[in-house]
Protein backbone atom coordinates (compact mmCIF):
# COMPACT_ATOMS: atom_id res chain seq x y z
CA UNK A 1 0.00 0.00 0.00
CA UNK A 2 1.17 3.76 -0.80
CA UNK A 3 0.20 6.08 1.33
CA UNK A 4 -1.06 9.40 -0.83
CA UNK A 5 1.15 11.84 -0.72
CA UNK A 6 -1.11 15.08 -0.25
CA UNK A 7 -1.48 12.94 3.30
CA UNK A 8 1.56 13.74 4.19
CA UNK A 9 1.20 12.77 7.57
CA UNK A 10 1.41 9.59 9.90
CA UNK A 11 -1.82 8.17 10.77
CA UNK A 12 -3.23 8.04 14.06
CA UNK A 13 -2.95 4.08 14.80
CA UNK A 14 0.97 4.49 14.15
CA UNK A 15 1.23 7.38 16.07
CA UNK A 16 -0.71 5.51 19.18
CA UNK A 17 1.81 2.74 18.68
CA UNK A 18 5.00 4.25 18.62
CA UNK A 19 3.95 6.50 22.30
CA UNK A 20 2.67 2.84 23.40
CA UNK A 21 5.99 1.25 22.03
CA UNK A 22 6.29 -1.28 25.51
CA UNK A 23 2.56 -1.89 25.20
CA UNK A 24 0.33 -4.08 23.87
CA UNK A 25 -0.71 -3.87 20.05
CA UNK A 26 -2.40 -0.87 18.33
CA UNK A 27 -5.86 -1.56 17.07
CA UNK A 28 -6.85 -0.86 13.47
CA UNK A 29 -3.19 -1.25 12.33
CA UNK A 30 -2.53 -4.42 9.50
CA UNK A 31 -0.23 -3.01 7.51
CA UNK A 32 3.00 -3.82 8.40
CA UNK A 33 5.85 -0.71 8.14
CA UNK A 34 7.72 -2.39 5.41
CA UNK A 35 4.86 -2.45 3.09
CA UNK A 36 4.05 1.27 2.91
CA UNK A 37 5.76 4.27 2.30
CA UNK A 38 5.55 7.27 4.23
CA UNK A 39 5.45 10.72 2.84
CA UNK A 40 7.70 12.84 4.99
CA UNK A 41 8.58 14.99 2.25
CA UNK A 42 5.47 15.28 -0.66
CA UNK A 43 7.75 16.73 -2.87
CA UNK A 44 10.56 14.26 -2.15
CA UNK A 45 13.44 13.19 -4.61
CA UNK A 46 14.11 9.58 -2.64
CA UNK A 47 12.70 6.47 -1.08
CA UNK A 48 14.09 6.04 2.14
CA UNK A 49 14.32 2.41 3.21
CA UNK A 50 15.30 1.89 6.72
CA UNK A 51 15.53 -1.47 8.15
CA UNK A 52 16.70 -2.34 11.47
CA UNK A 53 16.91 -5.67 12.84
CA UNK A 54 16.78 -6.87 16.97
CA UNK A 55 17.40 -10.39 17.96
CA UNK A 56 13.71 -11.71 17.02
CA UNK A 57 12.88 -9.19 13.99
CA UNK A 58 13.71 -7.57 11.21
CA UNK A 59 11.97 -4.52 10.99
CA UNK A 60 11.89 -2.25 7.57
CA UNK A 61 10.21 1.12 6.87
CA UNK A 62 10.06 3.44 4.11
CA UNK A 63 9.78 7.23 3.49
CA UNK A 64 9.65 9.72 1.09
CA UNK A 65 12.09 12.27 1.46
CA UNK A 66 13.74 15.16 0.20
CA UNK A 67 17.93 14.43 -0.05
CA UNK A 68 18.76 17.78 0.37
CA UNK A 69 17.33 17.92 3.22
CA UNK A 70 19.32 14.92 4.55
CA UNK A 71 22.23 16.16 3.17
CA UNK A 72 21.72 19.14 5.01
CA UNK A 73 21.24 17.51 8.41
CA UNK A 74 23.35 14.70 8.46
CA UNK A 75 27.07 14.15 7.68
CA UNK A 76 26.27 10.34 7.17
CA UNK A 77 23.67 11.17 4.37
CA UNK A 78 25.90 13.89 3.13
CA UNK A 79 29.08 11.31 2.57
CA UNK A 80 26.18 8.57 1.17
CA UNK A 81 23.90 10.40 -1.06
CA UNK A 82 27.07 12.90 -2.48
CA UNK A 83 26.98 12.90 -5.99
CA UNK A 84 29.85 12.19 -8.18
CA UNK A 85 31.66 9.42 -6.07
CA UNK A 86 30.84 5.20 -6.22
CA UNK A 87 27.75 3.80 -5.61
CA UNK A 88 24.32 6.03 -4.15
CA UNK A 89 25.39 9.11 -4.85
CA UNK A 90 25.51 8.91 -8.87
CA UNK A 91 23.17 6.25 -9.27
CA UNK A 92 20.61 8.43 -7.31
CA UNK A 93 21.56 11.32 -9.39
CA UNK A 94 21.48 8.85 -13.00
CA UNK A 95 18.37 8.26 -11.72
CA UNK A 96 17.20 11.77 -11.05
CA UNK A 97 18.36 12.64 -14.70
CA UNK A 98 16.29 10.33 -16.54
CA UNK A 99 12.93 11.45 -14.33
CA UNK A 100 13.48 15.08 -14.89
CA UNK A 101 13.33 14.34 -18.36
CA UNK A 102 9.66 12.63 -18.46
CA UNK A 103 8.19 15.20 -15.42
CA UNK A 104 7.74 18.37 -14.59
CA UNK A 105 8.48 18.52 -11.23
CA UNK A 106 9.40 15.38 -8.58
CA UNK A 107 5.87 16.29 -7.36
CA UNK A 108 4.26 14.39 -10.56
CA UNK A 109 6.63 11.37 -9.51
CA UNK A 110 4.99 8.46 -8.35
CA UNK A 111 6.71 7.04 -5.32
CA UNK A 112 7.46 3.84 -7.64
CA UNK A 113 9.30 5.20 -9.76
CA UNK A 114 12.11 7.08 -7.20
CA UNK A 115 15.28 5.64 -6.47
CA UNK A 116 15.32 3.60 -3.34
CA UNK A 117 18.32 4.13 -1.11
CA UNK A 118 18.92 1.63 1.92
CA UNK A 119 20.08 2.08 5.09
CA UNK A 120 20.51 -0.40 7.80
CA UNK A 121 21.01 -0.46 11.54
CA UNK A 122 19.48 2.66 13.39
CA UNK A 123 21.48 2.52 16.43
CA UNK A 124 21.13 1.25 20.11
CA UNK A 125 17.59 1.85 20.63
CA UNK A 126 15.52 -0.36 22.74
CA UNK A 127 13.24 -1.79 20.72
CA UNK A 128 10.20 -0.23 19.77
CA UNK A 129 7.20 -1.04 18.29
CA UNK A 130 6.95 0.51 15.29
CA UNK A 131 10.47 1.25 13.63
CA UNK A 132 8.93 3.25 11.27
CA UNK A 133 7.16 5.77 13.57
CA UNK A 134 10.61 6.31 15.35
CA UNK A 135 12.03 7.16 11.80
CA UNK A 136 8.90 9.06 10.80
CA UNK A 137 9.57 11.86 13.90
CA UNK A 138 13.30 11.58 13.11
CA UNK A 139 12.95 12.59 9.68
CA UNK A 140 9.95 15.24 10.65
CA UNK A 141 12.98 16.86 12.61
CA UNK A 142 15.27 16.44 9.55
CA UNK A 143 12.76 18.22 6.90
CA UNK A 144 12.16 21.14 9.57
CA UNK A 145 8.88 19.94 10.67
CA UNK A 146 7.36 19.26 13.85
CA UNK A 147 6.81 15.70 15.24
CA UNK A 148 3.12 14.63 15.18
CA UNK A 149 3.55 13.86 19.01
CA UNK A 150 5.50 15.05 21.67
CA UNK A 151 7.58 12.34 22.63
CA UNK A 152 7.71 10.72 26.03
CA UNK A 153 11.30 10.45 27.68
CA UNK A 154 11.82 6.49 26.61
CA UNK A 155 11.07 7.63 22.88
CA UNK A 156 13.27 11.05 22.95
CA UNK A 157 16.05 8.66 24.41
CA UNK A 158 15.66 6.55 21.33
CA UNK A 159 15.05 10.03 18.94
CA UNK A 160 18.40 10.90 20.07
CA UNK A 161 20.46 7.32 19.75
CA UNK A 162 19.06 6.70 15.95
CA UNK A 163 20.25 10.65 15.25
CA UNK A 164 23.41 10.02 16.49
CA UNK A 165 23.87 7.03 14.66
CA UNK A 166 23.28 9.36 11.32
CA UNK A 167 25.30 11.96 12.65
CA UNK A 168 22.62 14.58 13.29
CA UNK A 169 22.30 15.19 16.10
CA UNK A 170 22.93 18.40 15.95
CA UNK A 171 19.64 19.22 14.21
CA UNK A 172 17.65 17.14 16.99
CA UNK A 173 19.04 19.07 20.23
CA UNK A 174 18.06 22.44 18.53
CA UNK A 175 14.50 20.92 17.79
CA UNK A 176 13.85 19.69 21.09
CA UNK A 177 15.71 23.17 22.75
CA UNK A 178 13.45 25.17 20.80
CA UNK A 179 10.12 23.03 21.48
CA UNK A 180 11.61 23.10 25.77
CA UNK A 181 10.81 19.19 24.99
CA UNK A 182 12.95 18.51 28.12
CA UNK A 183 11.84 21.11 30.29
CA UNK A 184 8.33 20.44 29.79
CA UNK A 185 9.03 17.08 30.69
CA UNK A 186 10.96 18.09 33.81
CA UNK A 187 8.33 20.53 34.81
CA UNK A 188 5.84 17.65 34.15
CA UNK A 189 7.77 14.94 37.14
CA UNK A 190 6.46 15.70 40.25
CA UNK A 191 9.10 15.20 43.00
CA UNK A 192 7.00 12.21 44.14
CA UNK A 193 7.49 10.83 40.65
CA UNK A 194 10.86 11.96 40.62
CA UNK A 195 11.62 9.90 43.71
CA UNK A 196 9.86 6.78 41.89
CA UNK A 197 11.90 6.76 38.58
CA UNK A 198 13.42 3.60 38.07
CA UNK A 199 16.68 2.79 36.97
CA UNK A 200 15.83 2.59 33.68
CA UNK A 201 14.28 5.74 33.56
CA UNK A 202 16.76 7.36 35.25
CA UNK A 203 19.42 6.31 32.87
CA UNK A 204 16.96 7.03 29.82
CA UNK A 205 16.84 10.87 31.61
CA UNK A 206 20.29 10.99 31.68
CA UNK A 207 21.13 9.79 28.17
CA UNK A 208 18.70 12.63 26.82
CA UNK A 209 20.60 15.13 29.03
CA UNK A 210 23.95 14.28 27.86
CA UNK A 211 23.08 13.71 24.00
CA UNK A 212 20.43 16.30 23.58
CA UNK A 213 22.28 18.67 26.40
CA UNK A 214 19.74 19.65 29.71
CA UNK A 215 22.97 20.42 32.30
CA UNK A 216 20.13 19.84 34.82
CA UNK A 217 19.36 16.43 34.33
CA UNK A 218 22.92 15.53 34.05
CA UNK A 219 23.86 17.05 37.66
CA UNK A 220 20.62 15.33 39.13
CA UNK A 221 20.67 11.79 37.81
CA UNK A 222 24.30 11.61 37.74
CA UNK A 223 24.15 12.14 41.49
CA UNK A 224 21.12 9.46 41.13
CA UNK A 225 22.89 6.37 39.80
CA UNK A 226 25.67 7.11 41.79
CA UNK A 227 23.85 7.35 45.38
CA UNK A 228 21.71 4.14 44.40
CA UNK A 229 24.81 2.50 42.96
CA UNK A 230 22.98 1.75 40.02
CA UNK A 231 25.85 2.02 38.22
CA UNK A 232 29.01 -0.49 37.45
CA UNK A 233 27.82 -3.57 35.72
CA UNK A 234 28.21 -4.58 32.21
CA UNK A 235 25.61 -4.14 30.01
CA UNK A 236 24.95 -6.42 26.82
CA UNK A 237 26.07 -5.68 23.24
CA UNK A 238 22.27 -6.13 22.53
CA UNK A 239 21.18 -3.19 25.36
CA UNK A 240 20.07 -0.38 24.64
CA UNK A 241 22.63 2.77 24.54
CA UNK A 242 20.97 4.11 28.19
CA UNK A 243 22.87 0.51 29.86
CA UNK A 244 26.19 1.75 28.92
CA UNK A 245 26.00 5.58 28.58
CA UNK A 246 28.25 7.07 26.20
CA UNK A 247 30.87 10.02 27.02
CA UNK A 248 33.19 7.53 29.34
CA UNK A 249 29.86 8.79 31.62
CA UNK A 250 29.31 4.96 32.57
CA UNK A 251 33.23 4.05 33.92
CA UNK A 252 33.14 7.85 35.53
CA UNK A 253 30.06 7.36 38.04
CA UNK A 254 30.98 3.77 38.48
CA UNK A 255 34.61 5.13 39.84
CA UNK A 256 32.81 7.76 41.94
CA UNK A 257 30.88 5.56 43.49
CA UNK A 258 33.48 3.11 44.52
CA UNK A 259 35.49 6.35 45.37
CA UNK A 260 32.57 7.02 48.10
CA UNK A 261 32.30 3.64 49.44
CA UNK A 262 36.12 3.61 49.28
CA UNK A 263 35.98 6.59 51.85
CA UNK A 264 33.29 5.65 54.23
CA UNK A 265 34.83 2.25 54.65
CA UNK A 266 38.14 4.64 55.38
CA UNK A 267 36.13 5.61 58.77
CA UNK A 268 35.38 2.76 60.05
CA UNK A 269 39.03 1.50 59.71
CA UNK A 270 40.19 4.63 61.16
CA UNK A 271 38.09 3.89 64.17
CA UNK A 272 39.35 0.31 64.42
CA UNK A 273 43.22 1.33 64.27
CA UNK A 274 42.57 4.16 66.87
CA UNK A 275 40.81 1.30 69.37
CA UNK A 276 43.62 -1.40 68.78
CA UNK A 277 46.31 1.20 69.31
CA UNK A 278 48.52 1.80 72.20
CA UNK A 279 46.78 5.20 72.43
CA UNK A 280 43.75 5.22 75.44
CA UNK A 281 40.82 6.38 73.98
CA UNK A 282 38.65 6.06 77.25
CA UNK A 283 37.72 9.88 78.19
CA UNK A 284 36.99 9.72 81.94
CA UNK A 285 40.72 11.21 82.45
CA UNK A 286 42.21 10.21 85.90
CA UNK A 287 39.95 7.07 85.75
CA UNK A 288 40.40 6.31 82.33
CA UNK A 289 40.66 2.51 81.87
CA UNK A 290 41.69 -0.07 78.87
CA UNK A 291 38.78 -2.06 79.94
CA UNK A 292 36.81 0.48 78.39
CA UNK A 293 39.08 0.91 75.60
CA UNK A 294 38.81 -3.13 75.17
CA UNK A 295 34.96 -3.10 75.78
CA UNK A 296 34.33 -0.46 73.66
CA UNK A 297 36.58 -2.11 70.60
CA UNK A 298 34.37 -5.14 70.90
CA UNK A 299 30.61 -3.31 70.56
CA UNK A 300 32.21 -1.88 67.48
CA UNK A 301 33.59 -5.13 65.97
CA UNK A 302 30.15 -6.64 66.61
CA UNK A 303 28.12 -3.06 65.36
CA UNK A 304 29.92 -3.30 61.95
CA UNK A 305 29.79 -6.68 61.71
CA UNK A 306 25.90 -6.48 62.41
CA UNK A 307 26.10 -4.44 59.81
CA UNK A 308 27.88 -6.18 57.14
CA UNK A 309 30.45 -3.47 56.80
CA UNK A 310 33.32 -5.66 57.88
CA UNK A 311 34.33 -9.32 58.00
CA UNK A 312 36.87 -10.66 59.62
CA UNK A 313 39.19 -13.34 58.62
CA UNK A 314 42.39 -15.19 59.69
CA UNK A 315 45.40 -14.26 58.01
CA UNK A 316 47.30 -17.57 58.22
CA UNK A 317 45.67 -18.17 54.57
CA UNK A 318 43.48 -16.80 52.64
CA UNK A 319 40.11 -19.15 52.38
CA UNK A 320 38.14 -16.06 51.03
CA UNK A 321 35.99 -14.84 48.28
CA UNK A 322 36.41 -10.98 48.09
CA UNK A 323 33.05 -9.24 49.28
CA UNK A 324 30.56 -8.20 46.74
CA UNK A 325 30.34 -4.49 47.07
CA UNK A 326 28.00 -2.69 48.87
CA UNK A 327 25.02 -2.21 46.76
CA UNK A 328 22.55 0.00 48.26
CA UNK A 329 21.75 3.35 48.59
CA UNK A 330 24.24 5.61 49.98
CA UNK A 331 22.39 7.95 52.52
CA UNK A 332 20.90 5.07 53.68
CA UNK A 333 24.43 3.06 54.14
CA UNK A 334 25.63 6.70 56.41
CA UNK A 335 21.97 6.29 58.20
CA UNK A 336 22.88 2.87 59.52
CA UNK A 337 25.94 4.09 60.79
CA UNK A 338 24.80 6.55 62.51
CA UNK A 339 22.69 4.19 64.70
CA UNK A 340 25.60 3.06 66.12
CA UNK A 341 24.61 2.73 70.25
CA UNK A 342 25.84 4.70 73.25
CA UNK A 343 28.28 1.73 74.77
CA UNK A 344 28.72 2.35 78.18
CA UNK A 345 30.77 -0.31 80.32
CA UNK A 346 29.37 1.05 83.63
CA UNK A 347 27.14 4.49 84.04
CA UNK A 348 30.88 6.75 84.98
CA UNK A 349 32.05 6.03 81.41
CA UNK A 350 29.91 8.50 79.13
CA UNK A 351 30.98 9.20 75.30
CA UNK A 352 33.71 6.53 75.62
CA UNK A 353 32.50 5.10 72.32
CA UNK A 354 32.63 6.12 68.85
CA UNK A 355 29.37 7.64 68.83
CA UNK A 356 29.97 11.42 69.88
CA UNK A 357 32.96 10.63 67.50
CA UNK A 358 31.80 9.44 64.02
CA UNK A 359 28.42 11.93 64.29
CA UNK A 360 30.10 15.16 63.39
CA UNK A 361 32.18 12.96 60.52
CA UNK A 362 28.65 11.23 58.96
CA UNK A 363 27.28 14.94 58.76
CA UNK A 364 30.30 15.57 56.58
CA UNK A 365 30.06 12.74 54.58
CA UNK A 366 26.69 13.44 54.01
CA UNK A 367 27.01 16.82 52.80
CA UNK A 368 29.99 16.25 50.38
CA UNK A 369 27.25 13.50 48.92
CA UNK A 370 25.28 16.40 47.53
CA UNK A 371 28.01 17.59 45.70
CA UNK A 372 29.03 14.27 44.09
CA UNK A 373 27.41 14.60 40.56
CA UNK A 374 28.70 15.16 37.58
CA UNK A 375 28.98 19.23 37.64
CA UNK A 376 27.17 20.23 33.95
CA UNK A 377 29.70 23.07 33.38
CA UNK A 378 32.23 21.82 34.49
CA UNK A 379 32.24 18.71 32.18
CA UNK A 380 31.59 20.85 29.33
CA UNK A 381 34.42 23.10 29.69
CA UNK A 382 37.13 20.91 30.64
CA UNK A 383 36.14 17.26 30.78
CA UNK A 384 39.92 16.39 31.68
CA UNK A 385 40.08 18.77 34.61
CA UNK A 386 36.82 17.67 35.70
CA UNK A 387 37.17 13.31 35.21
CA UNK A 388 37.72 11.67 38.83
CA UNK A 389 38.56 8.35 36.82
CA UNK A 390 41.60 10.58 34.79
CA UNK A 391 43.31 12.14 37.92
CA UNK A 392 45.95 10.72 39.85
CA UNK A 393 45.31 10.00 43.33
CA UNK A 394 46.48 12.43 45.58
CA UNK A 395 48.32 10.21 48.43
CA UNK A 396 46.59 11.42 51.75
CA UNK A 397 43.49 13.92 52.46
CA UNK A 398 43.12 15.59 55.85
CA UNK A 399 39.86 16.43 57.92
CA UNK A 400 41.85 19.11 59.97
CA UNK A 401 42.92 21.11 56.29
CA UNK A 402 39.23 20.48 54.81
CA UNK A 403 36.80 23.12 54.04
CA UNK A 404 33.72 22.11 51.81
CA UNK A 405 32.93 25.77 52.24
CA UNK A 406 36.22 26.94 50.35
CA UNK A 407 35.91 29.86 47.58
CA UNK A 408 35.06 29.11 44.68
CA UNK A 409 33.26 26.38 42.51
CA UNK A 410 36.15 24.88 41.06
CA UNK A 411 37.82 25.07 44.20
CA UNK A 412 35.22 23.05 45.82
CA UNK A 413 35.14 20.79 43.18
CA UNK A 414 38.88 19.67 43.72
CA UNK A 415 38.91 19.95 47.40
CA UNK A 416 35.70 17.07 47.31
CA UNK A 417 37.45 15.17 44.64
CA UNK A 418 40.97 15.03 47.05
CA UNK A 419 39.02 13.55 49.54
CA UNK A 420 36.82 10.97 47.83
CA UNK A 421 40.01 9.78 45.41
CA UNK A 422 42.78 9.67 47.91
CA UNK A 423 45.05 6.98 48.92
CA UNK A 424 44.94 7.32 52.31
CA UNK A 425 42.87 9.40 54.43
CA UNK A 426 43.50 10.60 58.04
CA UNK A 427 40.05 11.41 60.03
CA UNK A 428 41.36 12.85 63.04
ZN1 LIG B 1 35.78 5.09 79.25
ZN1 LIG C 1 31.42 22.74 38.26
Redesign the pocket.
Known sequence: MVVSPTTDALNDSTKASWISAAESTASGEAVPDGERIIAVAAHGDVILQIEHETNTTKHVARFRISAPALKQHSRYFERLLQAGRFGEGSRVEEQHKSLRERYQSMAEVPDTELPVVSVQDVGRTSTVKSLAALCTDFLYIMHGKDTQTFPPVTNLANLAIAADRFDALEVIKSYAKRKKMIRALDGKTTPKADNALSEEKVRQRLLVAIMLDYPPWIEKYSARLIIKGWVGRDAELSAALWWDLPQRFEDELAYRRDCVLETIQSLQSYFLGLYTSRERQCKLGYDSSPQCDSFQLGEMIRFFTKTGMLQLQGALLDTSEPPVPYAGDLFFLLDTLRQVPEYQIDRNHNHCGIRTRITPLLDLLQECLYYVSV?????ASDRAK?AWIDQKRPLLWKKQSFNLRSQG??NR?ADLRVMFTATERDWS
Open positions: CPDCWHHGH
